[in-house]
């Protein structure tokens, strides 16, 4: 195996085997980007969406291999983490990098300096965008978040229009698209059809007034398997690209396959003898006479805590039950009489067969973006 790494703010540059690492799969990463090029039209662009540390995959491994298959946007969450993309080299320099979170006042001048895209939500940030673009004498480019029902950020669909009259007719910023975002996109109810009639209301208004079309994007992972009218100028997936159905919903209806493997070793095994308690809180009592194995992860490195007693690990193919608490830096488990199993031996939290982040979340009660996102900067990231 040809194993490229990358080290992250935070995580050991030390020598030795790592104890816990995160396999990502660029193949699967390629497939499932395949996927969703099926799902739209040629003209159509897919942003792909790295924030959260490409949710928990790598943002300059991931950006890099979407960048090679065409992509030429990319979405963050805020001017860190597009900061990053620019000092990593992990797009090219005429590559766009979109942040979700509008900026603060004192950010602003990052943004020209990086040449990152600013969202706009209203009048006040664009007034403050205004001015350190013209201090700077450098154009701002800048998209307009609209919300239509999602409740989060962006202006109403009735200050829309003067929101991107206004940004339009300033000479220092540069509009490079609108956006909405969907509340329940895997819902192909009367809700998500009044957010998409919204916003392309205004969308056409102003491009009527402007006599010129903008990028016009809404479409999520959800969107993309529901709402094929929703896919307009751009799509934004994450979940998908990363290898998981956004919710039950969208089970089934298209073939992903997972880009992350979460292992740790086996770093300890012992015999214990019926009435014996493991972990803390003593909330798992061995019935009869057990093998325990000690794993090396736990809820510091994105294992979440309410796992315990509720999910399985897989050693040399076996699964083998998660007994106890989980604490900070391990986990234990129960290898019943298996006798090969050894100190050293990679145990598989979720991955590539079988048992992926889905059923890890489904275990915890969460949903498989937390899963994915919780993997801590103390995993080691390999890319194969
Ligand atoms: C604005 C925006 N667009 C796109 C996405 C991608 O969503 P998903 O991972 O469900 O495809 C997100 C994720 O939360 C988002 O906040």
Known sequence: MTADTTTFPGESTLPGEHLTEAIISSNNLVYNFRKIQERITDNCRIMGIVKANAYGHGASHVSKTLESLGVSDFGVANIQEAI???AEDAVSQNAAILTFCPPLPTHLPLYLRYDITATICDHDTLYAAESVASAHNTPLRVQ???DTGMGRLGTSPEHALSLLKAVETSPYLRLEGAYTHFAQSTRQDDFTEGQLSAFRQVCSEFEHHAAKSICKHAANSGALL??????LDMVRPGIMLYGYPPDENANGLVD???????????IFIKDVDAGTTISYNRQWTAPSRRRIATISAGYADGYHRSLSNHTKVFIRGTPCSQVGMVTMDQIMVDIGNKSDI???DDAVLFGWNGHGAADTAKAAGTISYEILCAVS???RRVFV
Do not use: H, Q, W, Y
């Open 226 to 231: 529901f709402r094929t009218d929703a896919c």
């Open 342 to 344: 050894r100190v050293g």
């Open 144 to 146: 307009v978040n609209i």
């Open 84 to 86: 990053r993309l620019r």
């Open 256 to 266: 992903l396959k997972p880009v992350m493997e979460l292992r740790a070793k086996v």
């Open 377 to 379: 900067s103390r995993v």
